[in-house]
């Protein structure tokens, strides 16, 4: 499924687990529906573990995702080795976010490692009243 963009609720929420995780890394896998990413799944135990996040996330056995999400202490918002060793593995859609993790501190690749554009589209959810963020 070509993936379209990504839902703005979404992106908040990546952006907020990111920053309140810090210096710790955040990572999960990203879901789509009809192409757009509206969910993240985040590994369990990512919070307690000192253990690279990216690297567990390596180690899931048969995962099938979108792509995957997670955060850098730092600004620098490269992959490194065992990134892209990641985003070739499962999904074309792979999102790093870097500090501060404002609205602009996050940078989407391909499973390649290349940067992707992917548009933040806002969705209706039901009956939800969301603060904004931004
Ligand atoms: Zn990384």
């Known amino acids: 499924m070509e993936i379209k ?9 990546i952006l907020e687990a990111s920053r309140s995780m810090a210096p710790l890394e955040f990572a999960g896998l990203l879901q789509e529906k009809d192409g757009v990413i509206t969910e993240v799944l985040i590994l369990p135990g990512t919070e307690s573990s000192n253990k690279s996040a990216i690297l567990r ?3 899931l056995p048969n995962i099938k995702a979108a792509g995957s999400v997670h955060s850098h202490p730092g600004p620098n918002r490269s992959p490194s080795k065992a990134d892209r060793r990641l985003f070739s593995k499962t999904g074309d859609c792979h999102i790093i976010a870097g500090f501060p993790y404002d609205k602009k501190s996050w940078t989407c690749y391909d499973r390649t490692g290349k940067v992707r554009k992917l548009p933040i589209l806002d969705l209706e959810f039901e009956e ?3 603060e904004e963020f931004f």
Request: cysteine-free; proline content about 0%; aromatic content about 14%.
């Open 57 to 59: 996330l390596y180690m």
């Open 5 to 13: 963009g990504i839902a703005r609720e979404t992106l908040h929420f």
């Open 128 to 130: 939800e009243e969301e």
